[in-house]
């Protein structure tokens, strides 16, 4: 069985600092991974995704990614991070028949 | 961009009540999703469905669930005899052949059980 721990429920930091937001997964087969950004009272938005290739992904909004399989983790990471990027983050693993299974999520907070 | 569409944004209901709610993917997609998300939880895969028919479903998905896609557009969730528990965000989602694995997500229906 696949599944996805968020190591942080809550993440606060200053504008323009550096955020790191940490996911592990464990997973018997080949995986895909994800990470959804939801903002307030909105639906999940792709930030990125791990298929294959690089290990390091980038994304969406200044975000990047780096796949560690020995470590099996998917740490999403941003050198500055705005205001704007108040949300919460979701990291992702696909399952079988393609159904995606969620962290609990990662609440940034971004302070000026 | 196109994009998922979900109505309502917001349904009420009582409890014990049946309840639609509608999805209209992206048109070339053609694997179709629901998701669930109870209030300061995760989101919990529902149930997958592909060539009309279900391909996967969670334990959540029980009895008084089910999904159709009436026509060639739309996509609805059905739950028969609605539950308090039953309350939460639910979100549709779509995928295109050959990408199953990304997912395109609706801005979800927040489902209310009084």
């Known amino acids: 069985a696949q599944s996805v721990t968020q190591l942080d429920s809550q993440v606060p930091v200053f504008e323009e600092a550096p955020v790191e937001l940490r996911c592990n997964y464990s997973s018997s087969v080949s995986v895909y991974l994800f990470w959804y950004v939801q903002y307030p009272n909105q639906g999940l938005q792709l930030l990125l995704k791990y298929l294959s290739g690089s290990t390091l992904v980038k994304g969406i909004n200044g975000f990047e990614a780096e796949f560690n399989k020995s470590q099996t983790s998917f740490h999403l990471r941003k050198p500055s991070v705005h205001i704007s990027d108040t949300a919460e983050y979701f990291c992702a693993v696909s399952g079988g028949y393609n159904k995606l299974i969620f962290g609990a999520g990662t609440r940034l907070a971004v302070h000026p | 961009e196109p994009e998922v569409t979900q109505t309502p944004s917001h349904q009420v209901t009582q409890m014990g009540q049946e309840v639609i709610l509608r999805c209209v993917p992206i048109?070339?997609?053609?694997?179709f999703y629901w998701y669930r998300q109870i209030l300061g939880q995760k989101v919990e895969f529902l149930v997958s469905?592909?060539?009309?028919?279900?391909?996967?479903k969670s334990e959540i998905f029980d009895d008084q669930f089910s999904v159709e896609r009436p026509d060639g557009s739309n996509f609805t969730l059905k739950i028969r005899s609605t539950k308090l528990e039953d309350s939460a965000m639910y979100f549709c989602a779509s995928s295109v052949q050959g990408r199953e694995n990304e997912q395109f997500f609706g801005p979800g229906t927040r489902l209310t059980v009084l």
């Open positions: 048109s070339n997609h053609l694997y």
């Open positions: 469905f592909y060539n009309n028919e279900i391909s996967e």
